[in-house]
C-alpha cells in the first residue's frame, strides 16, 4: 500500500492497528509484522487521502470488502480510506471515513470498517482494546441493520464512549460502523444501502471533502 501523494500522514512506516506503536518488520527470524505490545498484527498502512487516487490505493490488495453507503445520505462526503495488512496476506482491514449533516443536528462523522476475524481495527476506531466486537456486543435484538443485494443484515451496538458504534457479521467478516457524536447514531435509524467498491463495472461519482480527523494522521 505504498506511497507518494496518495497518503495524508506522514509518519514513514506502518503502525500496530490496536495501538499506533512503530513495528518490527519481516526478517530471517519472523516473515510477520510485530508489535512491542500486541505481538503479530497486519499492518495499519498511513492515512489514503479522500480522493480517487486514495480509493484506488486501498482498492489494489483489498482482501475484505470495501464498503460504501449508496447512494450517500443527503450532504455527505466521502473524507479518506485506511487499511491494515500487507503484501502477502492482502489488505484484511478497510476503513472508508465520510462526513455529513448528522439528523440530531451539527457535523456527523462516520467510518465503515470491514475486517477480518481478529485484526482489530474496528475496535481501535471504537475505543476499546480488543481485536473483534465479542463480548462488547449489547444483548437482545438488533439495535440496527444494512441494506445489501435487497437483504436487510442486523447490527447490534457496541458499549463505548464518546461515540456510538455497531457491529456485525457480514459474508464472514465483522462489519463496524463507528460515528461521532453518539447522537449521530440517529444516521441508522434507517438501514443503509452498501456496496463493496471491490466490484467490477461501478462508475459512482463519488464526492470528496476535507481528510477526516478519525483516521490516523
Same mark, same amino acid.
Given at each position: ?46 492515512? *489514503?487521502?479522500?480522493?480517487? !487516487? #486514495? $480509493?484506488? @490505493? +486501498?482498492?489494489? =490488495? %483489498? ?5 460504501? /453507503? ?50 482489530? *481495527?474496528?475496535?481501535?476506531? !471504537? #475505543? $476499546?482494546? @480488543? +481485536?473483534?466486537? =465479542? %463480548? ?5 435484538? /438488533? ?50 444501502? *452498501? ?8 462508475? +459512482? ?13
Amino acid at each position: 500500500m505504498a506511497n507518494g501523494g496518495r497518503r495524508v500522514r506522514t509518519k514513514d512506516g506502518p503502525a500496530c492497528p490496536r495501538c499506533d506503536a512503530r513495528l518490527r518488520g519481516p526478517s530471517i527470524l519472523a516473515s510477520g509484522w510485530h508489535c512491542p505490545d500486541h505481538g503479530e498484527v497486519s499492518p495499519l498502512w498511513p492515512t *489514503l487521502s479522500p480522493s480517487r !487516487a #486514495g $480509493l484506488s @490505493g +486501498l482498492l489494489r =490488495g %483489498a482482501a475484505v470488502p470495501v464498503w460504501l /453507503p449508496w447512494p450517500l445520505p443527503d450532504g455527505w462526503l466521502v473524507t479518506g480510506f485506511a487499511g491494515a495488512g500487507d503484501e502477502c496476506s492482502g489488505t484484511k482491514g478497510c476503513a472508508v471515513a465520510l462526513s455529513g449533516p448528522s439528523p440530531a443536528g451539527g457535523l456527523a462523522e462516520l467510518l465503515v470498517v470491514s475486517e477480518d476475524p481478529r485484526v482489530g *481495527l474496528g475496535c481501535r476506531f !471504537a #475505543g $476499546l482494546d @480488543g +481485536l473483534d466486537p =465479542g %463480548a462488547h456486543l449489547t444483548a437482545g435484538p /438488533p439495535a440496527a441493520a444494512v441494506r445489501l443485494a435487497g437483504h436487510e443484515l442486523p447490527l447490534w451496538r457496541v458499549q463505548v464512549p464518546g461515540r456510538a458504534a455497531f457491529a456485525g457479521e457480514v459474508m464472514g467478516t465483522w462489519l463496524w460502523l463507528v460515528l461521532w457524536p453518539r447522537a449521530a447514531g440517529a444516521v441508522l435509524d434507517k438501514p443503509l444501502r *452498501l456496496r463493496d467498491l471491490r466490484d467490477p463495472g461501478q462508475e +459512482l461519482d463519488l464526492p470528496f471533502g476535507a481528510p477526516s480527523p478519525q483516521l490516523p494522521r
